[in-house]
């Protein structure tokens, strides 16, 4: 793709987005920096764009509670009027966001915490940027609209921190690489996967050569019957919104193969199947909430038990026609809930990667096998929220008759824990990063390009390369 800007209007946005939406229908360093050296930074002009559930919970409502010293939120956009005027209401408050929900979460100790009230919220992005001139955009929207934010904030002077999936298809990543070697403004994709205790302990012991030289890696993520079966209500079932759960949930799982292997992905192959869900249902609705089928649904969901979600969603209804509680067996669901992939890397190390939806329990079994052993992770969530989470992380040696339990650290919060850890290392300078669990432009493009060669892989039925999707110059 050429060089070019980018003039993403008011229209196109809406053009582009509402074509979708109308469609649907670590290591602890949680302690701040000493008051001292939070005085003496300036505070970055901080503006998000897309304030649903993560928009406002991971990042508006706790960065206003627990960042202040740092960061003034100048500014925040949606295309939803109404859902944005509700954003902002919650800017400060003790909520955060996990899973698509809205929890309720204590405030950082000792944090300066601000409201609301006087942040201005538009429906143009353009408008608010050039009205309140922040240092950074934080884009949370729909995954398929992230890339032109990401760029349309580059070229109007601002640097970037945009939630995963960064990109759904090659365009866009391509459209990414070209913008920011011509603006070279600052990327920072938030993958707060690498910020799970197991994840970053894993990290640990292949960085130590504990296993010698990595070979492969098997990778089996089980989303389960209520938040991996949620997926299939929301965007996130329309392929034109979230690239398929290749792209929006596995981008964290790719993202993490390759922090860990620390080499690129060569080529994909990959197979994927609709078995559950869309199509394959009994009987249908449009969604929950008016469905005749209610008493006989093993998914039915009642939206309105939620405050924050019936405030968010369902009253924001009459301004895009979105429901947060549809059918998750609508014919329009192009998704896959059955996958599995194949992946080869530049350092020869191998990846068979699955992904099921709809399953009993939800969580991963991953196992890296290397020249000296073994590494296994059992990493399951079925826990209330309040309860701390503990990975099993278990080291193997060949020719060794035991194995080894590798102590993982016990937390609790929002993804257990990541959410507060990643947004440290966002906002507060000078926060160590040991283990390089920053990102930036090429781990958002190289875990997005990987379920982006998976779902060409299924449509053709053809090994992909990375390097024809790709092209970082
Ligand atoms: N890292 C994580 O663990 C994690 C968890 C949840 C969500 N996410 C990511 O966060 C993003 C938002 O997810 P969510 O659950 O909050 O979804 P959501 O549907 O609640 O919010 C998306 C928002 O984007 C808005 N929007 C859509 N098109 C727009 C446009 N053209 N311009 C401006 N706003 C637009 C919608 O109106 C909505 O308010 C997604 O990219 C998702 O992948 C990441």
């Keep these: 793709m050429k060089d070019q800007p980018t003039n993403v209007s008011r229209r196109d946005f809406l053009k582009n987005s509402s074509a979708s939406l109308a469609a649907l229908g670590a290591l602890g360093f949680t302690a701040a920096l000493p008051a001292q050296a939070a005085k003496s930074t300036p505070k970055t002009?901080?503006?998000?764009v897309g304030t649903g559930a993560?928009?406002?919970?991971?990042?508006?409502?706790?960065?206003?509670?627990?960042?202040?010293?740092?960061i003034e939120i100048v500014g925040l956009c949606d295309i939803n009027s109404k859902r944005v005027e509700v954003a902002r209401s919650l800017i400060g408050s003790n909520i955060s966001d996990m899973d698509g929900m809205i929890r309720t979460e204590k405030p950082k100790q000792g944090a300066a915490r601000t409201t609301g009230a006087n942040i201005p919220t538009f429906t143009d992005f353009d408008e608010m940027v050039r009205t309140v001139k922040p240092d950074r955009v934080i884009v949370t929207t729909v995954d398929a609209i992230h890339a032109r934010y990401v760029v349309r904030a580059m070229e109007l002077g601002c640097d970037v921190i945009c939630e995963k999936p960064f990109a759904t298809d090659e365009e866009q990543c391509q459209a990414i690489i070209e913008a920011q070697k011509k603006y070279q403004r600052n990327i920072t994709v938030t993958f707060n996967a690498?910020?799970?205790s197991s994840t970053a302990r894993v990290k640990e012991l292949l960085k130590a050569g504990e296993i010698g030289d990595l070979y492969s890696v098997d990778y089996a993520e089980f989303l389960d019957t209520d938040h991996g079966a949620s997926y299939f209500r929301r965007w996130h079932g329309l392929k034109e919104c979230s690239g398929t759960l290749l792209v929006h949930k596995a981008s964290h799982h790719f993202d993490e193969l390759n922090?860990?292997?620390?080499?690129?992905?060569?080529e994909v192959s990959a197979n994927g199947d609709l078995r559950k869900f869309g199509r394959n249902g009994p009987f249908r609705h449009i969604n929950c909430r008016q469905c005749v089928h209610k008493d006989k649904c093993r998914y039915y969901w009642d939206i309105t038990r939620d405050k924050h979600?019936?405030?968010?969603y369902v009253n924001c209804e009459s301004e895009d026609g979105?429901?947060?509680d549809g059918c998750l067996y609508r014919y329009a669901i192009n998704i896959y809930d059955t996958m599995s992939v194949l992946v080869r890397y530049a350092n020869k190390v191998l990846v068979t990667y699955s992904l099921n939806a709809g399953v009993p329990d939800e969580g991963q079994i991953i196992v890296f096998n290397g020249s000296k052993g073994r590494i296994e992770v059992r990493n399951f969530?079925?826990?209330?929220?309040?309860v701390a989470q503990a990975a099993e992380v278990r080291l193997m040696r060949n020719f060794e008759d035991k194995s080894t339990l590798v102590p993982v650290e016990r937390r609790s919060g929002s993804h257990g824990g990541s959410d507060t850890l990643i947004k440290d290392h966002v906002f507060i300078p000078g926060t160590p990063d040991d283990l390089a669990q920053r990102a930036g432009m090429r781990a958002g493009i190289m875990s997005a390009i990987i379920g982006i060669a998976g779902y060409h892989s299924i449509e053709t039925g053809r090994p992909v390369k990375i390097r024809d999707l790709v092209d970082f110059g």
């Design 322 to 324: 979105y429901f947060r």
């Design 309 to 312: 979600l019936t405030d968010l």
């Design 259 to 266: 922090w860990w292997i620390d080499s690129d992905p060569v």
């Design 381 to 386: 969530s079925r826990q209330p929220w309040e």
């Design 45 to 48: 002009r901080l503006a998000i």
């Design 194 to 196: 690498r910020y799970g």
């Design 54 to 70: 993560r928009g406002i919970g991971m990042w508006g409502a706790p960065v206003a509670r627990d960042y202040a010293d740092y």
